[in-house]
């Protein structure tokens, strides 16, 4: 089955750009969507279609997809913005196509 | 305002049954395909089962594959999740959500419910 792998973790300080990566076997042929979860909170699409946002997500949210990688760029980053950040793609071949990264707890220092 | 709301969580023993509900409004809920998804403390989130938007058509994970059952029922605008054979592997929060299909192979969540928390424990 396909694996998407994350980060468990990244750090950044308020006002700098924070880059999360989902690395994957050729993930660059996939389409992937990214949510936010906040604590206690259901997760919020925030890209979808590796770089389109959602209206109401802020322009500070970007998205890239390229080879075997995948990346949230998150820029100006805010106190706000820290949560966990898993990457999702659907894997057609498989029998069980939704693939969940792992997750990413993004620290805003 | 598209939103899902789930209810039916609790406290069960292991060998016990729940069924979750996933109440929909906002949206032409008989047009989706619907998904549950679920999340044990402190760990991340795990496909658990779908359903297509007639509901003719259920996949679901191995690990709850002949246990969990996923219904629908279009008039009611609501999502089932009936759980038997519960296990305290099976402890989670169990979050609704709705699937947008973008192209053949492209499809993505949103929005999902508050999500009900199962626990099983005797």
């Known amino acids: 089955s396909y694996v998407l792998t994350q980060p468990p973790s990244v750090s950044v300080a308020p006002g700098k750009t924070a880059r999360i990566t989902c690395g994957g076997n050729n993930i660059g042929s996939k389409s992937v969507h990214w949510y936010q979860q906040k604590p206690g909170q259901a997760p919020v699409l925030v890209i979808y279609y590796d770089s389109d946002r959602p209206s109401g997500i802020p322009e500070r949210f970007s998205g890239s997809n390229s080879g075997n990688t995948a990346t949230l760029t998150i820029s100006r980053v805010e106190a706000g913005d820290e949560a966990d950040y898993y990457c999702q793609v659907w894997d057609s071949s498989s029998d069980h196509p939704v693939v969940f990264g792992g997750g990413t707890k993004l620290t805003v220092l | 305002e598209v939103q899902l709301v789930e209810s039916g969580g609790g406290l069960v023993q292991p060998g016990g049954s729940l069924r979750l509900s996933c109440a929909a409004s906002?949206?032409?809920?008989?047009?989706?395909?619907m998904h549950w998804v679920r999340q044990a403390p402190g760990k991340g989130l795990v496909w658990v089962s779908r359903i297509n938007s007639d509901g003719s058509s259920t996949s679901y994970a191995d690990s709850v594959k002949g246990r969990f059952t996923i219904s629908r029922d279009n008039a009611k605008n609501t999502l089932y999740l009936q759980m038997n054979s519960l296990r305290a592997e099976d402890t989670a929060v169990y979050y609704c959500?709705?699937?947008?299909?973008?192209?053949?192979?492209?499809?993505?969540?949103?929005?999902w419910g508050q999500g009900t928390l199962v626990t099983v424990s005797s």
């Open positions: 906002g949206f032409t809920f008989s047009s989706y395909w």
């Open positions: 959500a709705r699937d947008v299909r973008a192209a053949a192979g492209i499809r993505w969540f949103d929005p």
